[in-house]
């Protein structure tokens, strides 16, 4: 049984925009007490909604200083990572995976419907994969909640249950699984340090892509559908970066 169609999460996976302003930001929230380098923001945030992110950071916030965030916090740390927008590129390989495969494909992504364009048109994919482009905004709940991945299936009339999705986040694998869908774990983005893929797979991705060419190998192998059961794998080549 084949796969119907393939979701993919946008930043960190055809975009490669997790990696900028990581140590911007951290630098920021360390500034504010919260000791945490770019590899931990990596680990706790990467993937989540911007309301999701914003109650996460600031119940940690209020768990150091015993109060709620000052007035602006949130919005001054997303200004630090927009500060390198400019510096924004496709991930590698991503152009021609697009154009390589045949399948009925859509992105489901937890940025802002804005933001989702602008970046897949600056980088070059947006013709490749619109119209069926889909934030996370136009659901009730947002990543690691299935919301966006069964709305994107529902939207290229495919059953989840034959929907592989490609994420780069623990808490997209984990929205994937909990849309019934085939998830695997990609590796490709700037931001996979060590143990990325551990996570990946902990979470429920059931085989690791550490780039482009190793998905596309996979796929021309005729992927199933019900691959779920296999062992985790992870492709040759290391853990990332």
């Not at 169609?5 to 500034?31: H, K, M, N, Q, T």
Request: one cysteine or more; a neutral charge; aromatic letters at 8%.
């Amino acid at each position: 049984m084949a796969f119907d169609a393939i979701l993919f999460d946008c930043d960190g996976v055809l975009v490669d925009s997790e990696i900028l302003g990581l140590e911007d930001c951290a630098r920021y929230l360390r500034g504010h007490g919260l000791a945490w380098s770019g590899a931990d923001l990596v680990r706790l945030f990467t993937g989540l909604r911007d309301d999701v992110f914003a109650e996460r950071l600031a119940a940690a916030y209020g768990a150091v200083h015993g109060r709620p965030p000052p007035e602006g916090f949130f919005e001054g740390l997303i200004e630090e990572r927009r500060k390198r927008r400019h510096a924004l590129q496709p991930v590698r390989g991503a152009k021609a995976a697009l154009e390589a495969i045949r399948l009925p494909r859509a992105v489901a992504s937890s940025s802002r419907a804005v933001y989702l364009e602008s970046k897949l048109r600056r980088v070059g994919l947006w013709d490749l994969v619109a119209p069926h482009v889909y934030s996370a905004e136009t659901v009730a709940r947002g990543k690691p909640a299935p919301d966006i991945y069964l709305y994107a299936a529902e939207r290229l009339g495919a059953d989840p249950a034959r929907c592989l999705v490609v994420e780069d986040s623990a808490h997209g694998v984990e929205s994937g699984r909990a849309a019934g869908m085939t998830v695997w774990g990609f590796l490709g983005g700037g931001h996979c340090f060590e143990g990325h893929d551990a996570r990946l797979v902990a979470a429920g991705a059931t085989w690791i892509a550490r780039d482009f060419d190793a998905l596309l190998a996979r796929l021309e192998s005729r992927p199933r559908a019900d691959d779920a059961g296999e062992p985790p794998k992870r492709a040759a080549g290391g853990a990332g970066r």
